[in-house]
């Protein structure tokens, strides 16, 4: 006897297209900021796990729970971020689902705040709920704030707040957060948190537009390159000294890392000064953002 079907024909075909209708538009909204996003918590969770010395089906378990934390972590930014720069988008990011056509600020707004509550609770659930307040407070002070005008002030310190909100959330959902494992944190926020400023290098024509105030802007193209290259260049011998000798690695796995830092951070140093148009400084700030994901990978190669 052949058993029916009891959900309606045409409600299958709608709801696929509705979940690849929101594939498509979480992609396009993710697409420029999964390297800074993904990447960098899911290693620094590998780091402390290896720390802690867990068998393979923990740390397959906390990997895969920091990554929905991450894809919300993510998805709450840039669900506000471009909700509001709509216009800016247009003009720099087309392809982003607003100017594309596929939903509208309402829209972005109305998904930002369907998942806030979820990232609190998955948050509370892993035991890091405080970060991930910490975060979802940087991303009302940046996003939903701060002023076009302001915006040179907040960017910083809310940048600052998401690294470390980042950091300690991947870290702390495996193990309590030790000295060491603060210095690490410290140290690697205060420099790319700096370093972030070449991000506005990219996006002046939009900026200018909608009269916001970056530094890019404020200060000039050149300041901004010459400070993003320096940092670029000091950042390798100071992770060094810093950072990975003090651990008690076998001194090749801390070549590896040095020379793998070195690699990403100087190239990206180079192409800022030297490479000067649009395209080119948005290769420069994916490179940029591979070094932050290369100086946290050296946790789990040197904590393996």
Request: glycine residues 4%; charged residues 15%.
């Amino acid at each position: 006897m052949r058993l029916l079907d009891p959900t309606p024909v045409q409600t299958r075909p709608r709801l696929t297209r509705h979940l690849r209708h929101e594939a498509n538009v979480t992609w396009r909204m993710l697409a420029d900021n999964l390297l800074a996003c993904l990447p960098p918590p899911l290693t620094f969770t590998l780091a402390a796990c290896f720390r802690a010395q867990l068998p393979a089906h923990q740390i397959l378990w906390h990997l895969g729970q920091i990554l929905l934390l991450s894809l919300l972590y993510a998805y709450t930014f840039d669900t506000s971020n471009q909700a509001r720069g709509a216009e800016e988008d247009r003009l720099n990011k087309p392809y982003r689902p607003i100017p594309a056509g596929l939903i509208t600020s309402a829209g972005a707004m109305r998904r930002f705040w369907i998942a806030m509550p979820l990232y609190t609770l998955l948050g509370w659930q892993l035991g890091v709920v405080e970060w991930v307040l910490l975060w979802q407070a940087a991303i009302i002070l940046i996003n939903l704030v701060s002023t076009p005008r302001s915006y040179l002030l907040c960017k910083t310190p809310s940048m600052v707040m998401g690294t470390v909100a980042q950091l300690c959330g991947a870290w702390q959902a495996v193990s309590p957060i030790d000295t060491t494992v603060t210095q690490w944190i410290t140290i690697i926020t205060i420099v790319y948190a700096l370093a972030l400023l070449f991000e506005d290098i990219r996006d002046m024509e939009g900026d200018r537009a909608i009269g916001r105030r970056t530094p890019a802007l404020v200060l000039g193209a050149w300041p901004i390159r010459i400070w993003f290259a320096s940092l670029m260049l000091i950042t390798p011998p100071l992770f060094h000294f810093s950072l990975y000798a003090p651990t008690s690695a076998a001194p090749w796995r801390i070549a590896v890392c040095d020379l793998a830092l070195a690699a990403t951070c100087w190239t990206s140093a180079v192409r800022g000064l030297l490479l000067r148009h649009t395209r080119a400084d948005r290769v420069t700030y994916q490179l940029y953002m591979a070094s932050y994901v290369v100086a946290l990978l050296a946790g789990p190669v040197l904590w393996f």
